[in-house]
């Protein structure tokens, strides 16, 4: 990673890509869809991303693999880079000002995270124990049938 100020660690397009698993191609997409913005660049115009872009670029990812559609996914970073500073630190003294959305996109962004925990609390539980199964299933043990719905993970 590059050093750029004493006490904060910046990473360049391609380690950014590194730490997060995915290509440098997707980190390029991703800021020029505006999901990611560099928080400096260098003299010769190179983007240089803080520690937080790293947790914002994996938060994009997951918020994709849900099928949140890409505009309400660059609501919720910019929501999200309007309360953190660079480093990931949540900022007390953030104001409605700070927040660059109208209020009909924060209701839309409301709805969108509200949808989003009420099927998380409805499948949690399932999704636990069939990865339980999987896991003692695939890991040693040996391969069942699947439990039926409603039966007992065991079954």
């Known amino acids: ?22 290509t440098r191609r997707t980190v390029m997409h991703y800021a020029e869809l505006g999901l990611l913005t560099p928080d400096q660049e260098t003299a010769s115009g190179r983007a240089l991303y803080g520690p937080y872009a790293l947790r914002l670029l994996r938060d994009v990812m997951d918020l994709r693999v849900l099928g949140v559609p890409l505009d309400e996914v660059r609501d919720m970073v910019t929501l999200r880079r309007a309360t953190h500073d660079i480093d990931g630190t ?46 003692k299933r695939f890991t040693g043990g040996e391969v069942g049938p699947l439990p039926e719905e409603g039966g007992s993970e065991e079954g």
């Open 1 to 22: 990673m590059t050093r750029v100020r004493e006490h904060v660690t910046f990473y360049t397009t391609a380690e950014l890509a590194r730490e997060a698993g995915v």
């Open 90 to 135: 949540y900022r007390r003294d953030w104001t409605r000002a700070d927040i660059p959305l109208s209020d009909e996109r924060l209701r839309a962004v409301h709805a969108r995270l509200r949808a989003l925990n009420a099927a998380y609390a409805r499948q949690a539980e399932g999704l636990a124990r069939f990865d339980r199964w999987l896991t």
